[in-house]
């Protein structure tokens, strides 16, 4: 079982930055993919950034390339959300999410794992 724990949600301006954490209960993190998602109030869940733990490789929504960075600490277990120049369309509660099976990344359901979410709002 995969346990995951966000943190790092909070109230902020627009055009300011905020960075996520997702630590994460797992002893071998190489085979697995790790999400972001956030969802807005009466709006589906939506794919934000997700990045393959063994290769580095990063994706991106449209709505925040550019903006957002997706990162990890092999030493930690830990993935990172920093996201800059935030906009009021940003808030929603955020997710980090999992999966050790080889799936499009992009899609909420080919998770397996989630955290709790966190809160992020941006003010104009």
């Known amino acids: 079982q995969v346990q995951l724990v966000e943190s790092g949600g909070g109230l902020v301006q627009s055009g300011g930055s905020l960075r996520l954490s997702c630590a994460a ?17 009466g709006k589906e869940r939506e794919f934000v950034a997700a990045i393959r733990w063994i290769s580095d490789r990063t994706y991106y929504a449209d709505s925040v390339k550019g903006r957002f960075t997706i990162s990890r600490d092999n030493a930690k277990n830990t993935v990172y959300l ?13 997710y980090c999410a999992a999966t050790n099976r080889a799936v499009p990344t ?3 359901g080919n998770y397996d794992y989630w955290g709790q979410g966190t809160q992020v709002t941006v003010s104009s």
């Open 25 to 41: 209960s797992v002893r071998t993190f190489s085979s697995y993919r790790m999400g972001w998602f956030r969802q807005a109030p």
């Open 82 to 94: 920093q996201m800059n120049t935030l906009k009021p369309v940003d808030t929603a509660v955020y």
């Open 106 to 108: 992009t899609i909420p």
